[in-house]
DNA sequence: AGGGTTTCTCAGGGAAATCACAGATTTGTG
DNA sequence: CACAAATCTGTGATTTCCCTGAGAAACCCT
């Protein structure tokens, strides 16, 4: 099921409505508290665990709906973990954090069931957005939930990545595509430039932080143009995006 | 019965709106898992065992709709399984599973009845295809599904292994042919090389990712060739198939 | 054995995306 | 209105990703 929460945000529960559960197993505990940050936020119920011992042990009590699940893991190998996970829970879908340089060799077979996989370092957005994907698809929530993203005449299909605004098609690219669903995800809600540094980009990310004012232009050409503008700035606090119409 | 789920994909069901059984069987432990996870994915209801002992057990109890069934297992010889297993269940289809290697003649002869088999390492794409025909045949479930993709102008045909594209037939290799069928049970998803991989491509496949590009752009000369595109690139995120008139 | 076909590796070229930088523009303030 | 701070955007360098030609190896059929 998809409730709208007070503040206005989405989030997924359970078919008996009762939070969706994520354990999350990572050995650097820097990554796990990032993690457990950003996924309770989105109003999930967060385990964590940092190697192979205690995420067997942890799945076994805390019985959750999705796993995140880096494959390098101090204690085991990352496939010997996911054996063990998956004979205490079966149908639970796993979204697996590997080096980006690791990605193929091991990686094979892996996402055949339905799983998925993100690189590190990754964006909390992509991290967020692939768990709700797994979640909906392995029916843990409500499968009536869709995928299609809706401000205005502005829609975003997560799945097919299409982006289109008063039924015109708009192609966009993959940092844009995510920007853009994180501020649709938070609608009429003010985005600070930090806020959207933390969930847009890397958490490696060096740069410059006018990467938001580049990126938040370059939109701006694509949806906006000529059009009644729906993406504001709010000086000195950041952006936000609502119905054209207001 | 044919339903289309919430997100699009298609799975079988029997008559009686009750998901599919299927019965694996075999002594590697990864093998059932990972055709535990893709079958499961399919919408069908697993259950798994690891010697001949073991099969015939969940035979009588489970009452699978179909059976794979590995030919080298630990205990008994896979004749000798397939027997006791026809007892339980006579008229359930079987697809065998084989070393690349073994005697071709004896599992020939077994297939006459409308058994199927595939060698050992397989692919995803081929094990799910073979058995949904399977399936389909036995009329577990509804008949009236047939074996025909259709996106846009272009046509796959899973029995025949026809192609077309506005009625000019395509002759494509085996790979190609199951590249263009994942994409096509897919239509209009965003699917990442990774999934590609480990679905289209055998499970210890170790090569490099980019015969995925490779083959698409194969997949490009004979199916877009000269004509509206119906193979889309998403920069970063993996690759789709639509209709062309969008 | 031999020719045709298929699968796959490798590597070069090219296009697209990302980002830094800097100058232009806007906005709020006194 | 003038100024400063904040934001916007044009330009181009760099990186990343994708495409595809060429050829080697495996396979298949006769």
Redesign the interface.
């Known amino acids: 099921m998809t409730t709208i929460s007070p503040q206005g945000r989405t989030e997924l529960l359970r078919p008996d409505g009762s939070p969706v559960r994520v354990l999350v197993v990572d050995d650097e505990q820097s990554i796990t508290e990032l993690l457990s940050m950003a996924l309770r936020y989105e109003g999930w119920r967060i385990r964590s665990a940092g190697d192979g011992q205690g995420a067997v042990q942890a799945a076994r009590e805390f019985r959750p709906d999705a796993v995140v699940l880096d494959m390098m893991l101090p204690d085991m190998d990352g496939l010997a973990v996911l ?1 063990r996970l ?1 004979r205490e829970l ?2 639970v879908p796993v979204l697996f954090l590997t080096a980006k340089d690791a ?3 091991r ?9 998925d ?1 993100v690189t590190k370092p990754f964006s909390l957005e992509e991290v967020v957005a692939r768990l709700r994907g797994l979640i ?2 392995s029916g843990a929530a409500d ?2 939930s ?2 299609v993203l809706v401000v205005g005449d502005l829609t975003l299909d997560e ?4 982006v289109s605004r008063g039924g015109d ?1 708009i192609h966009l ?2 940092t844009e595509f995510e920007l853009l669903r994180f501020l649709m995800r938070n609608p009429r809600r003010v985005l600070s430039k930090a806020q959207i540094l933390d969930r847009v980009w890397s958490y490696d990310f060096g740069g410059q932080a006018n990467v938001v004012e580049l990126y938040i232009s370059y939109l701006r050409r694509k949806i906006d143009a000529g059009r009644e503008p729906m993406i504001h700035t709010r000086r000195g606090a950041g952006y936000l995006i609502k119905p054209a119409v207001s």
Not at 159 to 162: G, K, P, R, T, V
């Open positions: 054996g998956r079966p149908d990605v193929e060799d990686i094979a077979g892996l996402t055949a069931g339905g799983d996989y909906r698809r499968r009536r869709d995928s799945d097919s990545h299409e098609n690219t993959a």
